[in-house]
């Protein structure tokens, strides 16, 4: 038993492309709708304060963790946001291990421990996934921003 895990990676909420470009986008909207108003009135200037808030809780949600992967004596341990329960999968119980897309669509939601219809999901952000199935037939799907260096974790930690 090592004290170093084989593998750890951190998901942040904020750092996905799409969402900081929608959220950007508002803030812009709002600071065109405060420069083209005729008379700098209360409503004005409350779209300069909700532009900067756009901005300021953008960039709060950048150093925000979702949730963290780690892989170390033969189990994959998925730690969640605050209230979020520790999840362990024993890689003793996988059968089938695979790499493939998360989702055909181009925005996704961030989950944690989503169960639905047979899979859970463990996503925050990046386009590829690993599938591991276990002796059940459950699928856990867990979405990874470095899913190359995390197969070749598992494959590595199940020979051990």
Sequence with gaps: MSDKPAFV???YLGREFIPI?????????CFAAYFFTDERER????????GF??????????????????????????????????VK???????????????????????YNLHSKGTIRFFTAGNDAIYLTDRDGLIYIIGSQHANEFLRALKEEMKK
Excluded: C
């Excluded at 409503?43 to 909700?50: P, S, T, W």
């Excluded at 999968?89 to 989950?111: A, G, M, Q």
């Design 9 to 11: 990676e951190k998901q």
């Design 21 to 29: 470009t929608i959220r950007l986008v508002l803030a812009m909207f």
């Design 43 to 50: 409503n004005g200037d409350l779209l300069v304060v909700v």
């Design 53 to 86: 808030a756009i901005i300021i809780i953008s960039i709060i949600m950048g150093y925000l963790l979702h949730f963290r992967t780690k892989i170390e004596n033969k189990s994959i341990l998925l730690n969640g946001l605050w209230t979020t329960r520790l």
């Design 89 to 111: 999968i024993d890689l003793n119980s996988i059968v089938k291990i695979e790499k493939h897309e998360y989702s055909r669509y181009l925005f996704n939601n961030p989950v």
